[in-house]
């Protein structure tokens, strides 16, 4: 099991921009396909994005263009840059680690961190 640990969450206002941390420790972070989720008050857990193992990306379209996740695997951690951040981007955002190469659902990821809150005022 890998261990989590987000962090870079605040408050912010719209259009405004944040970058997420999250360090990983425990077994090979480059094994690792990585993602971002994020839970809004009421609402249930979805999908940001992810990361591979090979660095290719994939965002889900309502943070298309404005979110960025990468990665530094020689410092086991993975980023989420967000720009343009808007009312409804505010949630507690989470990263998680799969062993797949592939998969855009919470079932997909084993180990999870324990959150950040973002809030974007209006």
């Known amino acids: 099991q890998v261990q989590l640990v987000e962090s870079g969450g605040g408050l912010v206002q719209a259009g405004g921009s944040l970058r997420l941390s999250c360090a990983a420790s425990g077994r090979a972070f480059i094994a690792y396909l990585m993602g971002w989720f994020r839970q809004a008050p009421g609402k249930e857990r979805e999908f940001v994005g992810r990361?591979?193992?090979?660095?290719?990306?994939y965002y889900a379209d309502s943070v298309k263009g404005r979110f960025t996740i990468s990665r530094d695997n020689a410092k086991n951690t993975v980023y989420l840059q967000m720009n343009t951040l808007k009312p409804e981007d505010t949630a507690v955002y989470y990263c998680?680690?799969?062993?797949?190469?592939?998969?855009?659902?919470?079932?997909?990821?084993?180990?999870w961190g324990q959150g950040t809150q973002v809030t974007v005022s209006s």
């Open positions: 998680a680690a799969s062993f797949t190469s592939s998969g855009y659902t919470s079932a997909d990821f084993a180990s």
């Open positions: 990361i591979r193992q090979n660095g290719n990306t």
